[in-house]
């Protein structure tokens, strides 16, 4: 097969899949967050801005992580859909290496496990998450920032764009995510 057909395949395999980060070149591997504590990471987190994704289509998404055993996350995702409905679902996050807590793998359903990397948390008010995945000659990015609460300062955002800018992330594709209390009132019932 020539190289044109395998870079073609590669590209529509990646697409059939949903991808809409998608760049060249293999996925980075930038530092996590270190000493990462999963008992002060469990509880509520609300999204403040993500790479889009072909799964998470609403606003006032939300997580709620739940410790089940020792390097074992529950997750619940939560979020408000254009036509009123609250969509959620449950998976669960594993530490691949008790070395590395801060790189999990996140599954839901039956789909097969994604990277879940905590590249920078102060567990009270800001997380910064990171997943890529190779498909031959290009990368799928995924990535969050999170706030325990419905807004996150300017400040901190920068900040955060800034370690994903280092990485190569490019953060002018993120999207912010409408936490306003009154329109995601139906979420937070």
């Not at 790479?51 to 606003?59: E, Y």
């Not at 009270?124 to 807004?151: A, M, N, Q």
């Not at 190569?168 to 209390?181: I, K, L, R, W, Y």
Request: aromatic share 8%.
């Amino acid at each position: 097969m020539k190289p044109v057909q395998v870079v073609a395949l590669t590209l529509l395999s990646v697409v059939a899949i949903g991808a809409q980060v998608l760049r060249l070149g293999k996925c980075p591997q930038p530092a996590v967050q270190a000493n990462f504590d999963a008992n002060r990471y469990i509880g509520k987190w609300y999204e403040i801005h993500k790479l889009p994704t072909s799964f998470q289509k609403g606003q006032c998404a939300t997580a709620n992580y739940t410790l089940l055993s020792p390097g074992v996350i529950e997750v619940l995702n939560t979020e408000l859909l254009d036509n009123g409905t609250v969509n959620a679902i449950v998976g669960s996050a594993k530490v691949k290496d008790p070395a590395e807590p801060a790189k999990l793998e996140v599954s839901f359903n039956n789909s097969p496990p994604g990277p879940y990397w905590v590249l920078s948390t102060d567990y009270d008010g800001h997380s910064l998450v990171y997943g890529c995945t190779d498909y031959g000659l290009f990368r799928v990015e995924l990535s969050w920032i999170l706030s325990r609460k419905p807004t996150l300062s300017k400040e901190t955002l920068e900040k955060l764009h800034a370690i994903l800018y280092s990485v190569g992330v490019s953060v002018e594709n993120m999207v912010p995510t409408n936490q306003d209390e009154t329109y995601c009132s139906p979420v937070n019932q």
